[in-house]
Structures are given as structure tokens and as C-alpha cells.
């Protein structure tokens, strides 16, 4: 069973940086993609960032040029380093690991919130 806990979580004003990780029981270069996804209220989960195990990556359009995946092999830790961040980004924010439609895991959660 794969165990995905995310971090870095917070409160933040508009405009400003948080960088989210997700630290993972196995080796996150073996999984075929890894990607983050949010909820908020009232919202289905939507894909936020994607990355391939062979690093392609790709981003929702409302996050393209704001957010940056990527992944550390040696740390089994993915990352999304989140600038310019906006009211709108507020949600839950989960870790995906994916080996197949039937063989994936997702971490519990960690709340991010755009606030002045």
C-alpha cells in the first residue's frame, strides 16, 4: 500500500509563494505519473500539475505560468512551488500517485488558503 503525505499548507496573501511537498513510501520514479489535484466547496477535484515518470509535466490553465511541478527521485518527494497565488487558488490541495486507473493513491490532503 502506498502512503502519500502531503505538506506545506497554509495561509498566504494574494501574490505570495508557498511550496507544497509530498513525501511518498516508495520510490516516486516508479510510478507511471504523479500529479496534484484541489478541491474547494462546492467544486469537483480538478488536476492542477502532472508529471510523467518520464518528466513531462503539464499544467491546468489557470495555473500555467504560476505553478511549478516537479519531483526529487532521491528524496521520493514531489513538489509544487505555487507564486503569484490568488484568491481562486484556495482548496484542499491532494498528492496522486498513479500507476493505473485501478492502481493509484492519493495523500489526505493539505489546505491552502489565499487571503488578505
Known amino acids: 500500500q502506498v502512503q502519500l503525505v502531503e505538506s506545506g499548507g497554509g495561509l498566504v496573501q494574494p501574490g505570495g509563494s508557498l511550496r507544497l511537498s509530498c513525501s511518498a513510501s516508495?520510490?516516486?520514479?516508479?510510478?507511471?505519473?504523479m500529479g496534484w489535484y484541489r478541491q474547494s466547496p462546492g467544486k469537483e477535484r480538478e488536476l492542477v500539475a502532472r508529471?510523467?515518470?518520464?518528466?513531462?509535466?503539464n499544467y491546468a490553465d489557470s495555473v500555467k505560468g504560476r505553478f511549478t511541478i516537479s519531483r526529487d527521485n532521491a528524496k521520493n518527494t514531489m513538489y509544487l512551488q505555487m507564486n503569484s497565488l490568488k484568491p481562486e487558488d484556495t482548496a484542499v490541495y491532494y498528492c496522486?500517485?498513479?500507476?493505473?486507473?485501478?492502481?493509484?493513491?492519493w495523500g489526505q490532503g493539505t489546505q491552502v488558503t489565499v487571503s488578505s
Open positions: 496522486n500517485a498513479y500507476y493505473t486507473l485501478s492502481d493509484q493513491y
Open positions: 508529471i510523467t515518470s518520464g518528466g513531462r509535466t
Open positions: 516508495e520510490s516516486v520514479f516508479l510510478f507511471n505519473a
